[in-house]
């Protein structure tokens, strides 16, 4: 099994920057996918980043160019760098891994871990 577990959220204005950072233990070296997703309350989670154990990433439209997603084998941990952030990033973000999948796409179905999730809100 892996565990996951979030930190990094909080209040920041538009503009702004944050940065979440996903800390992984267990079995990590079967996770072939780490990725970012978010949820808003009565919406669907919504992929926002991933990585391949290769480094390979996939971003979401809606954050590309904005965001910044990376992993440190090592200590095992992912980071999502959030910059110029909106008012519509406003979610709860989840840390997810894969053990199932090596293509890292933004599907929730492809992740079978998940940690407990990060607050972030923006205010205009």
């Known amino acids: 099994h892996v565990q996951l577990g979030e930190s990094g959220g909080g209040s920041v204005q538009a503009g702004g920057s944050l940065r979440l950072s996903c800390a992984a233990s267990?079995?990590?070296?079967?996770?072939?996918?780490m990725a970012w997703f978010r949820q808003t309350p009565g919406k669907e989670r919504e992929g926002v980043a991933s990585?391949?154990?290769?480094?390979?990433?996939w971003y979401a439209d809606s954050v590309e160019g904005r965001f910044t997603i990376s992993q440190d084998n090592v200590q095992n941990t992912v980071d999502l760098q959030m910059n110029s952030l909106k008012p519509e990033d406003t979610a709860m973000y989840y840390c997810a891994a894969s053990t199932t999948h090596a293509i890292c796409r933004l599907s929730a179905q492809r992740y079978n871990y998940w940690g407990p999730g990060t607050q972030v809100t923006v205010s205009s």
């Open positions: 267990g079995y990590t070296s079967s996770s072939n996918c």
């Open positions: 990585i391949s154990t290769g480094g390979s990433t």
